[in-house]
């Protein structure tokens, strides 16, 4: 699996960061056009990556709260294009976070809806450091729980962060959904997530965020040591 960040090499003042940039697109209303164009990428990719690599590889993409909440505007372009490409929903997966879900309208209802029925698998992104309201757990189709950076950063035996960290893994298991670690750097968070039956982990210690590329080679390489 993948996650598609975004960054912006600015011709003058060379890599800008999304903390930046995005509150801009947001304000401007570009954040829908840059959103199209990052899920084209990311489909684009994925569909590299099933055909060269694995044929269930998964591209992540967040969508920010104003994006998914646009009015009016549903998924159909992006189904659109992955008939086009001829990409299955379920080579996507969009990442939401929880404040969406607290004030669910019948809009963002009817998206997770559509969503679910292209095939699309949803993720609840920094699960633990919102409301943490549970009932939308039940309510809504996710499909998996990413436990938020802050809790990996301090795992240890017997802490908190760890009681923590295993009752979010037991909670979403029960509730049929799988859990992504996120922010894992060291050998001993990945050993303890592991034996807390986390499904997945991403960060540093697998790799640091690069271009897509660069991500390919990757790939590849390992493919090659394999
Ligand atoms: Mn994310």
Known sequence: KAEALVRWQHPQ???VSP??????????????ELGEWMFRESAQW????????????????NQSPLEFQREGQGYERWFEHLEKIGLEGAAMVVEITEGLLLDASTDVTDKL????????????????????????????????LKIDRSFT???????????LSEAIIVMAHKLGLRVVAEGVETAEQRDLLLAAGCDYGQGY??????????????????????
Do not use: C
Not at 115 to 129: M, N, P
């Open 13 to 15: 003042r060379g890599l």
């Open 19 to 32: 903390v930046e940039f995005i509150p801009l697109a947001e304000a401007s209303g570009l954040i829908v």
């Open 46 to 61: 994925a569909r590299r990556w099933r055909d060269e690599y694995h044929p269930e590889f998964q591209v992540s993409i």
């Open 113 to 144: 809806l559509q969503l679910r029925d292209a095939g699309v698998q949803v993720a609840l992104d920094d699960f633990g450091t919102g409301y943490s309201s549970l009932s939308y757990l039940k309510k809504f189709d996710i499909d998996y």
């Open 153 to 163: 950063r301090n795992l240890a035996p017997q802490s908190s962060d760890m009681a």
């Open 205 to 226: 210690l697998f790799a640091r965020p690069m271009p897509a590329e660069e991500f390919d080679s990757m790939l590849r390489s390992q493919r090659t040591l394999a």
